[in-house]
């Protein structure tokens, strides 16, 4: 099942009051993790539920988002403008990333969050190339794709966009060759959003040593995956 229309419908041009999909599994997990990062990176922005959620949740955090639909881009800004530590900049991601990294080198060294939801939507997809440059880039981090295939759960939504299906398949390939990954999946059934339906999210960490915490440790999947 996919849910490409659910980005961009005329109900997403009001931020919502949660971020990633108010899913309350997904929160409990940014959760166990923003505490041990110190920036937090967003492609597809959308409107600024997720990113404004970040940085009023969890205020060390550096924040930083692009989105490159105008219309989207416009919402987003006025969203994120009551927050100091927040950015959004009006373009795809690709050129985004780099010029956070060719302005910070040091953000490498730090282990970053960063939550991939450029997902087409009538620009090119660039998920490929931003795992490629981040697993490589960066010495350490937790990669949270939206919309990701979950094997053998068609209760998920998943993206796909000219053929390709947002999921293991390809991102795998784009994985930088020489490191341990962890891969996390979604394995509960509760549907609890009250503003989306269930929808598949991938965690790839890399870098640092990670457990679930003990409250989770039934509701994801755990496996080592490589390049």
């Not at 900049?89 to 490498?108: M, R, Y």
Request: with cysteine.
């Amino acid at each position: 099942m996919t849910h490409s229309a659910l980005k961009r419908g005329p109900e997403q041009l009001k931020p919502l009051p949660v971020g990633f999909h108010g899913d309350e599994y997904l929160l409990r997990l940014v959760d166990s993790i923003a505490p041990r990062c110190a920036s937090f990176i967003e492609t597809g922005c959308n409107v600024g539920s997720t990113a404004s959620y970040v940085a009023r949740t969890f205020s060390h955090l550096r924040v930083s988002s692009c989105e490159p639909d105008d219309t989207a881009f416009a919402v987003a800004e006025r969203t994120l403008d009551p927050f100091a530590n927040a950015t959004v900049v009006n373009e795809p991601s690709p050129g985004f990333l780099h010029a956070i990294f060719d302005a910070d080198p040091d953000i490498a060294r730090v282990c970053s969050l960063c939550w991939l939801d450029a997902h087409g939507y009538g620009f090119q997809w660039p998920l490929a190339r931003e795992v490629a440059f981040l697993t490589s880039r960066c010495d350490s981090g937790f990669l949270l794709i939206d919309d990701f295939q979950i094997p053998d759960r068609p209760d998920f939504a998943f993206d796909e966009y000219e053929g390709q299906v947002c999921g293991l398949d390809l991102v795998r390939p784009a994985l930088s060759p020489g490191k341990a990954y962890q891969l996390f999946l979604p394995s509960y059934r509760e549907h609890t959003s009250k503003h989306h339906p269930l929808v598949g999210t991938a965690l790839i960490v890399f870098g640092v040593d990670y457990a679930l915490p003990a409250d989770l440790a039934g509701a994801f999947t755990k496996e080592r995956i490589e390049a």
